[in-house]
């Protein structure tokens, strides 16, 4: 009879973690878009504040974005790879978020992902609070007690410099230009042809020469439009595509393979130049 007992507590309890997660992963998934709204993943620290805000969810949506809150990092790099915000906004600061948002700034999906931070800190921790999370990779830092418009001001500002760096064309028609308005690239002064994938890997590379991304990076770049996952023989059979592409035209070497990790793209030095100049 005992044996009996354990096992259907046993089966209850596993019953109820089933439901249990069930129920948290509802909650996570991304609401709907029909509107194609800008999209806002705001993180909001549950630890008691020192000081007191209003609501900044519904100040948020004033700007017209959709707005997804979390209270966790790993909900909120769930929601970064699966809804893929145009900005994400965290309010209340610590160390841990400082390692977490160093962590982010180096994966392809969060380079030039906008970063505000709403501070909590009232007293005269809140300087040495705004230079952590900036020193952390956060774009701007507003401090406590909060300005509902202030908020609003610095959201859509923020959101509309993300629009403008998408459409940027940069380099020039002698080294290495792409105008992703006009969907087209020139290397070495040749136009190239480029799929729709290729283009927007090429681009990202050239947005970040020198730079060295893991074959999970570079999944996350082919796969941003898209989503979902791709196997590793995919990501190396589309870097391949993509290296081919650049040989036919001499800049094959551009492109290197960094054994062991990933790959790195790096064009002539002139090149680079001309492309941080442009960007600027």
Not at 57 to 80: F, H, I, K, S, Y
Not at 87 to 98: F, K, N
Request: proline residues 6%; contains cysteine; hydrophobic residues 45%.
């Amino acid at each position: 009879m005992l044996f009996v007992l354990l096992g259907g507590v046993v089966i209850h309890a596993a019953h109820l973690a089933e439901a249990t997660w069930l129920a948290h992963t509802a909650t996570l998934e991304p609401p709907r878009d029909p509107g194609k709204r800008e999209r806002i993943l705001l993180l909001n620290d549950p630890a008691p504040a020192a000081a007191e805000h209003h609501p900044v969810d519904m100040v948020l949506r004033r700007t017209g974005a959709l707005v997804q809150t979390v209270t966790a990092t790993p909900q909120a790099e769930r929601l970064l790879r699966k809804w893929q915000p145009h900005m994400l906004v965290i309010v209340g600061w610590s160390l841990l978020l400082a390692d977490w948002c160093l962590r982010l700034r180096r994966q392809p999906s969060a380079f030039q992902l906008p970063l505000l931070v709403v501070g909590t800190s009232i007293n005269q921790y809140e300087a040495q609070e705004a230079m952590e999370a900036l020193d952390a990779g956060a774009d701007a830092y507003l401090s406590a007690p909060l300005t509902p418009q202030l908020l609003v001001a610095q959201a859509q500002a923020m959101l509309k410099r993300t629009q403008g760096w998408a459409m940027e064309k940069i380099g020039d028609e002698e080294s290495l230009c792409m105008d992703p308005v006009a969907h087209r690239a020139w290397i070495l002064g040749q136009e190239v042809r480029l799929p729709r994938r290729m283009f927007h890997l090429l681009y990202y590379l050239a947005m970040h020469p020198d730079h060295t991304f893991s074959m999970a990076d570079v999944a996350s770049v082919l796969s941003a439009e898209k989503g979902g996952y791709m196997q590793p023989n995919s990501v190396a059979a589309q870097v391949y595509r993509l290296r081919k592409i650049l040989g036919a035209v001499g800049a094959g070497d551009w492109l290197e393979t960094v054994h062991g990790f990933g790959y790195r793209f790096t064009p002539p030095k002139s090149t680079q130049n001309i492309i941080k100049l442009s960007s600027h």
